[in-house]
């Protein structure tokens, strides 16, 4: 069983930065593998980013791939999503997730645990 809390949300102006941090409980937090998704409101969840059990491998969707990174620290049970150059389209509710997939899995159902989910919004 792995809880997860997401921080470090809130309203920034484009061009600006946000860091989220996904926080686990748990002691096999480091066999999982974390995702990030977002839903801006009247659409459905979209998968941000991923990164494996160890950090050693990520993956970011195409539109936030080059403004977006994903990381963790498996020593303070903690994943990141740093978020640069906001856009006002990537306005929504974050929400990170883990995974006993192996690998960098990118749809909701490969997700077992989820957290309660972060509001970003970026103002134009």
């Known amino acids: 069983q792995v809880q997860l809390v997401e921080s470090g949300g809130g309203l920034v102006q484009a061009g600006g930065s946000l860091r989220l941090s996904c926080a686990a409980s748990g002691r096999t937090f480091s066999s999982y593998a974390i995702g990030w998704f977002r839903q801006a409101p009247g659409k459905e969840r979209e998968f941000v980013a991923a990164?494996?059990?160890?950090?050693?491998?990520?993956y970011s969707a195409d539109s936030v791939k080059g403004r977006f990174t994903i990381s963790r620290d498996n020593t303070k049970n903690t994943v990141y999503l740093q978020m640069n150059s906001l856009k006002p389209e990537d306005t929504a509710v974050y929400s990170c997730?883990?995974?006993?997939?192996?690998?960098?899995?990118?749809?909701?159902?490969?997700?077992?645990?989820w957290g309660h989910g972060t509001q970003v919004t970026v103002s134009s």
């Open positions: 997730a883990a995974s006993v997939r192996v690998g960098v899995p990118t749809t909701p159902l490969s997700y077992t645990f």
């Open positions: 990164v494996t059990w160890s950090g050693g491998n990520t």
